[in-house]
Nanobody, 126 residues
Framework: VQLQASGGGLVQAGGSLRLSCAPS????????MGWFRQAPGKEREFVAA??????YYANSVKGRFTISRDRARNTLYLQMNSLKLEDSAVYYC??????????????????????WGQGTQVTVSS
C-alpha cells in the first residue's frame, strides 16, 4: 500500500499547517497510523500516532500538534500550530496494516509500521 502525504510548505514561525495522508490504490485496513519526521543530518523521529482508542505525541509537539483521522476516507491529518524553527523537516505518514491498535511503546517506533508515504517538506522560517 502506498500512502500519499500532502500539505507541507513554507510557513513563518508561529504559523500553522495541516498535513494530510491518504492511501493510493486499493483500500486497506489500518487501526494505527502515525506521523514521523526527519530533519537533515538527523534520524527519523516520532511525531504523533493514532490508534483505534488512543493518541500519542512526542513531547516536543504536545499541545501544538493534533493528529486526527477521517475513517470513512481513511485519511490521516496532522494539524500543526505554533510552529517553531525546529519543526522544519520532511514529514512522513505511516500505517500499520491490519486490525492492530498498537500500544505506546510500539506506536512510537518507526519499525512498527509497514506502509509509508513519500514525505512532505515543512519549512519554518524566522
Amino acid at each position: 500500500v502506498q500512502l500519499q502525504a500532502s500539505g507541507g510548505g513554507l510557513v513563518q514561525a508561529g504559523g500553522s499547517l495541516r498535513l494530510s495522508c491518504a492511501p493510493s490504490g486499493r483500500t486497506f485496513t489500518s487501526y494505527t497510523m502515525g506521523w514521523f519526521r526527519q530533519a537533515p543530518g538527523k534520524e527519523r523521529e516520532f511525531v504523533a500516532a493514532r490508534t483505534s482508542g488512543s493518541t500519542y505525541y512526542a513531547n516536543s509537539v504536545k499541545g501544538r500538534f493534533t493528529i486526527s483521522r477521517d475513517r470513512a476516507r481513511n485519511t490521516l491529518y496532522l494539524q500543526m500550530n505554533s510552529l517553531k524553527l525546529e519543526d522544519s523537516a520532511v514529514y512522513y505518514c505511516a500505517a500499520k496494516s491490519g486490525p492492530h491498535s498498537l500500544i505506546a511503546s510500539t506506536a512510537t517506533s518507526a519499525a512498527s509500521y509497514d506502509a509509508w508515504g513519500q514525505g512532505t517538506q515543512v519549512t519554518v522560517s524566522s
